[in-house]
């Protein structure tokens, strides 16, 4: 079946990076867009970009751009997040969804990442 | 960006009992929007996609109507399991792909 596996807790200072990774099985990987999503503690679900695994393409929410990186390892069917210096708001749980489609929703989710920002 | 309006906030109701949750958008989104299931520590999950299609694996208690700007999420006799948060999505106007805010739905 579809899975899609993330990488375990992180805490990170202030001003710190966290890489989140993706790994994925049960379908072909480079079939389809991977979208990163974030939800702070209570709060909702908030896009933060794609990633398209078979040109490299990506696209990022304005909000994270020039702070996110989006990169994927086709050899390991693996995408990953990377978000710079990080700030307090940044303590959330990351989430990696494999995206149906051009127009089309996130189907299955990872597991999610917990990113707690702490000094 | 397409702002999504979800209602209520939060809701409560009683196993057996029928319940909507409703969305509204900023923009006609056609009938691009899809629902997700989220329970406490757990990662969200797809029900409907494009405004009425049932996931294979779940419910037929479960269902969505709408096009335009106004959609609904039915859940026909509630069932424990179903106690958790919905959200809505847009997936037509993108991106960004946007959310609602959630509505909980809790037990009487």
């Known amino acids: 079946q579809v899975q899609l596996v993330q990488s375990g807790p992180e805490v990170k200072k202030p001003g710190a990076s966290v890489k989140v990774s993706c790994k994925t099985s049960?379908?072909?990987?480079?079939?389809?867009?991977l979208h990163w999503v974030r939800q702070a503690p209570g709060q909702g679900l908030e896009w933060m970009g794609w990633?398209?695994?078979?040109?490299?393409?990506?696209k990022i929410a304005q909000k994270f751009q020039g702070r996110v990186t989006l990169t994927r390892d086709t050899s390991i069917s693996t995408a990953y997040m990377e978000l710079r210096s990080l700030k307090s708001d940044d303590a959330a749980v990351y989430y990696c969804?494999?995206?149906?489609?051009?127009?089309?929703?996130?189907?299955?989710w990872g597991q999610g990442t917990l990113v707690t920002v702490s000094s | 960006d397409v702002q999504m309006t979800q209602s209520p906030f939060s809701l409560s109701a009683s196993i057996g009992d029928t319940v909507t949750i409703t969305c509204r958008t900023s923009?006609?989104?056609?009938?691009?929007v899809n629902w997700y299931q989220q329970k406490p520590g757990k990662a969200p999950k797809l029900l409907i996609y494009?405004?009425?299609n049932l996931k294979g694996d779940v419910p037929s208690r479960f269902s969505g109507s709408g096009s335009g700007t106004d959609f609904t999420l039915t859940i026909s006799s509630l069932q424990p399991e179903d106690f958790a948060t919905y959200y809505c999505?847009?997936?037509?106007?993108?991106?960004?792909?946007?959310f609602g805010q959630g509505t909980k739905v809790e037990v009487k």
């Open positions: 969804a494999r995206g149906r489609g051009d127009k089309g929703w996130f189907d299955p």
């Open positions: 049960g379908y072909r990987f480079t079939g389809n867009y």
């Open positions: 990633i398209n695994p078979y040109s490299g393409d990506r």
């Open positions: 923009q006609n989104i056609r009938r691009y």
């Open positions: 494009a405004a009425s």
């Open positions: 999505q847009q997936s037509y106007i993108t991106p960004p792909w946007t």
